[in-house]
């Protein structure tokens, strides 16, 4: 009687829960095993054109109350991932999946979408707008001259189903400014949010990380309130066609439940997924499953962007 099930940009999911990206989606490998969990669908590693090794390691830690990370995005190219989603989506024609992309400069970002464009996927891009770790590469979408310019031009020849991910903003002229630019394009979807960008854990005496110093994108419980904030003010913000996917900060199915609330439609997995591997989508589902009975709630849309407030 109560289920999770969703939709984004027409495309129909069994279950609202999915990986985020960066987290068990390198590999063909990784990916087939959330494909094959409870989860809702998948999204790969953010894609270069080109294959990456990424920052030296460490550069993820698990801490107590969520993850640090300085990856530098390693992937395999963009070819391993839209070659393997190329025969998937033949495979499984039924299911959508989502492929992460972003080029090492705005000319590489035209070259991939080009390349997916004349493609024949028939999935879901998103544009990953937000990469807090590559030295010297700013997170695009904090500036947004060039994230408007970037948007202009990749409409301009791109008709595929987009969507971006975008870092935490923490300011109400921010969500104002970005939601005025995200309005002005045919997007599908935000996703809200990337990690805190550029934290810096310590123990004993040291950082935790070897790439910069220490300092990488943080994720996991310490980052709820931002990204519940994020994705309640792109929903009051933005035109309806563009829906919302909600990440950061989901350890139970209270935290997803939250989300849904705040009018996401698809909530994404990263630390805790990556402490507790795939087992966490059925558990977390389970969970958000008993709260919307609970509360005699049949689907999503009987509580999605419903959030109450104090008069
Ligand atoms: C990386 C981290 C991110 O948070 C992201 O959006 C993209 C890439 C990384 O370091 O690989």
Redesign the pocket.
């Known amino acids: 009687m109560v289920s999770t099930k969703t939709e984004i940009a027409g495309f129909e999911f069994d279950n609202c829960l999915m990986n985020a ?2 987290v068990a989606c390198m590999t063909i490998e990784e990916l087939e095993e959330v494909k094959q969990s409870s989860a809702g669908t998948f999204v790969t590693k ?1 894609a270069t054109l080109e294959a990456r090794q ?1 920052n030296p390691e460490p550069r993820y830690h698990d801490v107590p109350l969520g993850s640090i ?6 992937n395999h190219g963009l070819d391993y991932y839209l070659n393997y989603l190329l025969e998937l989506q033949d495979k499984e024609p039924d299911r959508t999946f989502f492929l992460s992309l972003v080029g090492m400069s705005p000319e590489e970002t035209h070259t991939i979408l080009k390349k997916v464009q004349e493609s024949d996927f028939r999935g879901l891009t998103e544009l ?1 707008l ?4 590559v030295p010297g590469k700013p997170q695009i979408a904090y500036d947004f001259e060039t994230t408007d310019k970037i948007l202009s031009e990749v409409f301009a020849y791109f008709t595929k189903p987009l969507g971006i ?1 975008l870092p935490p903003y923490f300011d109400i002229v921010h969500f104002d400014q970005a939601a005025a630019i995200f309005n002005q394009y045919p997007l599908k979807f935000v996703n809200c949010v ?2 805190v960008g550029n934290g810096l854990y310590i123990e004993d005496e040291s950082v935790v990380i070897r790439p910069k110093n220490g300092f990488g ?1 943080i994720g996991g419980e310490y980052i709820k309130p931002t990204a519940l904030a994020n994705v309640h003010a792109f929903y009051q913000r933005l035109k309806p066609e563009i829906q919302i996917i909600g990440t950061g900060g989901v350890l139970t199915g209270r935290d997803a439940f939250e989300h849904i609330l705040c009018g996401a439609s698809m909530v994404e997995i990263g630390t805790t997924l990556h402490k507790e591997g795939v087992a966490a989508f059925e558990r977390i589902t389970n969970e958000l499953k008993e709260i919307m009975a609970e509360k005699g709630y049949e689907s999503l849309e009987d509580f999605r962007g419903k959030l109450k407030y104090i008069d």
């Open positions: 990206a960066g953010t990424g990370n300085s990856m530098g995005l390693p990953n937000s990469c807090p770790n991910k990337n990690s994108g």
